[in-house]
């Protein structure tokens, strides 16, 4: 354990702030400031295990057999054990350092403390690009398996009336919002269990079916597109797991921070490993089937997985049949995946909205709290722009679930290859940060994090036809960093816990 300089306690203004951030200024805030700007700790880890596996489940529901048109079983099978350790080392690595600097701004906070306020704000909009497009695209695969139950409601109704009760339901207290959420995360995962003792008892898995999707010339069966298909399927493997790092984000909510969050880190983690292997293997070897509308032509198991939008709804009806009451049972209950996930990334785009504008960084009235000390007006700012994203998308016509999810990859491996540089610049230059957890994997498993998101990066780039919707993310960056360097980096708030801190650890540093 290095060091012993606490970073939770008040730590007292910093006495020459200017002279460590010459560019950047500070103004003072009243103490009322931050008696609107109050959060409250009631968040036990077993809240923020389901938290954390909730954020992430819906990606066993949909949008992970993408990956399967890009790269056929067999890369997807390489593209996600490579993700998977891309996840692992960035688990041990942020549970290290948000045990170290316990902040709301998770990830902003982090990368605050390595590389100076335009660090953290660059992490910061990274972080909002992920938290705020990912809600737009649950929405859109919870409109998707809706509308295999009633066709007749078109998707926009579901996706505004989803935004409106669970934006609702976060906007009345983090406790009982939480466990709103442990409710459909269990029911998911109950669901997901259901699928997977059925078609193993059944008979219904197929292995021959995995390996059916047509190789192209001179590739083997299990890797139809040769080895650019494993390339290609990452970015879709990667929504196995994403949006576990939002995790960080409950740190002034939990009861005790620097203990549970690690915890549910690992344990969130370790689940999400088992049932990503259960539901590549087994969804995609089941005899699903896909008549396509323009050609008639007839799609079965990965074949058929590959092209349709609510894979588990087709496993569901090709294990127990068409129409039948289990079928709309579990398909009725298979929901609940999406909205534990829905509902937990609404959770992290207000908490990162609240803390970059806390801190000055974005317009400080996002971040005034609630009666019941939640982030109100964060969430519903965050609904706005969720709302208008996928509409901009839907309107013009584009693919849209793929689509999205290309542009939630891309801003997430952004702030992976921060967050990993961070740590190891953090451990080179601030051996005295007291840090109560250390990664096992330490530097190295940092590095290795650090190569395999610099691969992801260039893999959610790989497929030209959503290049205009990263290149869409690249814009808001631009945007977001004008704003910052024209407006909010003269009127920063030196007493956020995360500007606290950094200008307090940067003194004492220069004082050793």
């Not at 016509?397 to 961070?422: E, H, K, R």
Request: net charge neutral; glycine share 10%; aromatic share 12%.
């Amino acid at each position: 354990m290095a060091g012993q300089i606490p970073t939770d306690r008040n730590p007292g203004h910093p006495a020459d702030e200017g002279a460590l951030e010459a560019w950047v200024s500070y103004e003072p805030v009243e103490a009322a400031y931050f008696q609107k700007r109050q959060l409250r700790r009631s968040v036990g880890w077993g809240l923020l295990w389901a938290l954390g596996v909730g954020a992430v489940i819906s990606g066993n529901f949909s949008g992970w057999n993408f990956g399967l048109a890009a790269g056929g079983f067999g890369g997807m099978a390489i593209a996600t054990l490579l993700t998977a350790v891309l996840y692992i080392c960035l688990v041990y690595t942020i549970s290290e350092l948000s045990a170290a600097l316990p902040h709301a701004g998770g990830f902003y906070s982090f990368v605050r403390h390595a590389f100076g306020p335009l660090g953290g704000f660059l992490s910061g909009i990274t972080d909002l690009i992920e938290y705020l497009i990912t809600p737009a695209l649950i929405a859109f695969f919870i409109g998707a398996y809706l509308n295999s139950l009633f066709p007749a409601a078109p998707p926009p109704i579901w996706w505004l009336l989803f935004y409106a009760i669970f934006v609702g339901i976060n906007i009345l207290g983090v406790e009982p919002s939480l466990k709103v959420g442990l409710v459909f995360t269990v029911i998911a995962l109950a669901v997901l269990v259901d699928f997977y003792l059925g078609a193993v008892l059944s008979g219904k898995f197929q292995p021959g079916l995995l390996l059916n999707i047509a190789p192209t010339e001179g590739n083997p069966a299990w890797l139809p597109n040769g080895v650019g298909g494993i390339f290609g399927a990452i970015p879709y493997a990667i929504w196995f797991f994403l949006a576990i790092e939002q995790l960080p984000l409950s740190a002034e909510e939990a009861t005790d921070s620097r203990r549970d969050i690690p915890r549910a880190l690992l344990l969130g983690i370790a689940t999400l490993l088992v049932f990503s292997l259960l539901t590549l293997v087994l969804n995609s070897g089941v005899p699903a089937t896909l008549v396509t509308a323009d050609t008639n032509e007839t799609f079965v198991g990965a074949a058929a997985i590959a092209r349709t939008t609510a894979p588990l709804a087709d496993g569901l009806r090709a294990v127990f049949g068409e129409g039948t009451v289990a079928t709309r049972t579990l398909t009725f209950l298979a929901l609940t995946g999406l909205i534990a996930s829905f509902h937990a990334v609404i959770y992290a785009y207000s908490r990162s909205l609240f803390a970059l504008s806390r801190a000055g960084y974005l317009p400080r009235w996002i971040s005034v709290t609630s009666q019941y000390r939640t982030p109100a007006i964060a969430l519903l700012v965050g609904a706005a722009v969720g709302l208008l994203c996928i509409g901009l998308i839907e309107l013009a016509g584009q693919a849209i679930g793929p689509a999205l999810l290309n542009m939630v990859v891309f801003g997430a491996v952004l702030s992976y290859i921060l967050v990993f540089a961070s740590y190891l610049k953090l451990k080179r230059d601030r051996p005295e940060l007291y840090r109560p957890y250390l990664s096992p994997l330490g530097s190295a498993g940092a590095w290795v994090g650090l190569i395999l998101s610099i691969v992801a990066l260039v893999a959610s780039l790989a497929d030209p036809n959503y290049r205009p919707g990263i290149r869409g993310v690249l814009v808001v960056i631009a945007i977001l960093l004008a704003y910052f360097f024209l407006y909010s980096r003269r009127r920063l708030v030196s007493r956020a816990p995360e500007e606290e801190t950094a200008l307090l650890l940067r003194v004492l540093h220069e004082l050793r």
